[in-house]
């Protein structure tokens, strides 16, 4: 600071230079100051608070977080990592316990405004990616709230672990430009099945990130089909010759169509999914009644669960007049980010009393109106009785069986693939270029009864296997 007591025994002229200079040094200060006082307010209206990663010196130790719908509401605690060994280093992590006396939507919220801050969501922060670990598989849900109580509805993701670290990621980019100031977390959204007991949940590192490329477009093609044409009606699928569809999309659906290209290949993506009619309707009903299987191959970046159903229009050929019959077969937590190949007994469509009039098909699922799914290989099958060479047929084994982590393929010729179904018709493990006595571990699948079908040729030969 300048101190004008003595300039008066120097050169007025000095002097007013001097002063001059104060006046507009002090001018700027002001200036400064003020503006800095604008921008700071500015940025308390938009701040948010990244990442969210629950240590002291961080962001949501010190928040004022709120626990709902979980019976007693025990608090929400801030405990030691349980593994720091592996993706996730950070010292401290929130531990959530949910009740089995609690709601399924049981969760923790910051307080409005001053623990998150008030922000918009944009291009730049609409990607929500956090860690969990869990004791079971269900949805996490994730949903953001305004001062006023608006809320942009809960996206959930499934882990597909347990006690490990996991990353899901949540797109919240159909909601850009809507103003929040609070984030509400479902640690353990146990609809299905109910939860039946108490589960431990561990979240950390929340964060916000821009939308990148490809999020939720798959890169690679669905599996290309080898089941003999002769023994296929196929809807869509590159591979065969496609019966008339009257339509992939009816008037009556509740989502959005894109014919797309994957790698090379037609697909059809469906958005904003609450549910989507197909139909073959007519002369363009599907006989059905020689086939042994329904295949469809889906993808998917956020559903948690996928809905197939087939209705049959019955003898009368129409929609109505008391003869139609109709069957859903529900999938839960299906792969995302990955194809899913849904090989489906027709008999596990029970409730359909007649294959002869197959006339609408219906994918839906969770989260309802936000799901996004790809479509490929629609297509009806069947193993035919007149398979070429026999001599594998009967030369084709899986030993021991059963067993609970390693199988041997007995065959006297290479196998293009062998896929092992489950008992819901879900492909779980797909083996390429099997060796005779190639050693499978077969130590990630569940125990119970699965499908073998080994592809060589146009031969598809079927075993079934028991995993312990």
Known sequence: MINFTYCKFYNYNIYLRLNGLAIKLMKTIKTVIFSAVIIAAVTRLSAQKSPINFESSGNGAAFTWTTFENDANPTLEIVANPNSAGMNVSSTVAKFTALKAGQPWAGFESKHGSDLGTFNLSASNCIV????????????????????????????????????????????????????????????????????????????NIRFEGKGPALDVPTDAAP?????????????????????????????????LEDISVAGDDTKKYSSLNFVGVESIGTNAIDASGMTFFHVDAWTPNMTQFKIKWVDFGANNAYGGGDDTEHELTYSNPSQKKWNSYHI??????????????????????????????????????????????????????????????????????????????????????????????????????????????????????????KQ
């Open 129 to 204: 990616k956090l860690l969990v670990w869990k004791s079971v598989k269900s949805d996490v849900g994730i949903k953001f709230a305004s001062a006023s109580g608006a809320s942009t509805g809960e996206i959930k993701v499934a882990n597909t672990t347990t006690n490990a670290w996991e990353e899901l990621i949540f797109d919240f980019s159909a909601r850009i430009g809507e103003s929040n100031d609070q984030i509400i977390i479902f640690p353990d959204f146990a609809l299905n099945p109910v939860r039946g007991a108490d589960n431990i949940c561990y979240i950390d």
């Open 345 to 466: 007994p027709l008999s596990d469509f029970a409730g359909l009393k007649s294959l002869t009039h197959l006339s609408q098909l219906i994918f839906s699922g969770a989260p309802t109106g936000d799901g996004v799914v790809y479509i490929d290989n629609v297509y009806f099958s069947r193993t035919s009785a007149t398979d070429k060479a026999p001599i594998v047929e009967l030369s084709f084994a899986l030993f021991p069986n059963p067993s609970n982590s390693i199988i041997v393929v007995n065959s006297e010729i290479p196998m293009n693939e062998i896929v092992f179904y489950s008992s819901t018709g879900v492909a779980v493990l797909t083996i390429k270029n099997v060796k005779s006595n190639q050693a499978i571990d077969i130590t990630s699948l569940s125990s119970g009864i699965y499908q073998c079908v080994a592809k060589t040729g146009e031969s598809l030969l079927v075993r079934q296997f028991s």
């Open 224 to 256: 290309t089909p080898t089941a003999s044409a002769s023994d296929v009606i196929s809807m869509f699928s590159k591979p065969y010759s496609n019966v008339a569809v009257n339509t992939w999309r009816t008037d009556w659906s509740l989502a959005t």
